[in-house]
């Protein structure tokens, strides 16, 4: 049901990410791997109350005209202090950047569950699909911001 979808491969460590290319060709992968990278680790445009100034928003402006916006508010806690609350405000980006897997179809349910610990802020994402299939993954969120 996921379909084939380009392989991103990492490069160069805090969380960047590349087109995989082997013999001049782009390598295809299976499944939700691509679609749950980008849906964690781009930037959603925030609105005004997150923050104040426009031009620091993040984010593809092309989101704010046709609604359909990707990625996640993960970057809006790069500069939070690591205590629950910021835990709790993380395990609901991630939930909401993922929703679309459910909204199109391509899962059944979507789990965030964040932890705090000495090295910062990590969340363990599981989705399941239509299948039964688990697909995990964890996302360290200070270790990928360099925060």
Known sequence: MAGLD????????KGVLDLEVVDGEITSVEG????LDVSLLTDKRASS???SDPLKARGWIIDTINGDEIGSHFWLLT???????TINQGEAFGAQ???????DGFATE?????????????FAITITTPF???I????NLWELTGG
Not at 32 to 35: E, G, P, R, V, Y
Not at 110 to 122: D, F, H, I, N, R
């Open 79 to 85: 500069q939070a202090r690591l205590d629950t609350t």
């Open 110 to 122: 979507v789990k965030v569950e964040g932890t705090l610990s000495p090295q910062g802020a990590s």
């Open 6 to 13: 380009v392989k991103l491969i990492p490069i160069g460590g």
């Open 49 to 51: 109350p997150a923050v």
């Open 97 to 103: 950047a993922l929703q679309h897997f459910i909204d």
């Open 136 to 139: 995990r993954k964890i996302v």
């Open 32 to 35: 939700l791997q691509t679609s």
């Open 132 to 134: 039964g299939e688990s």
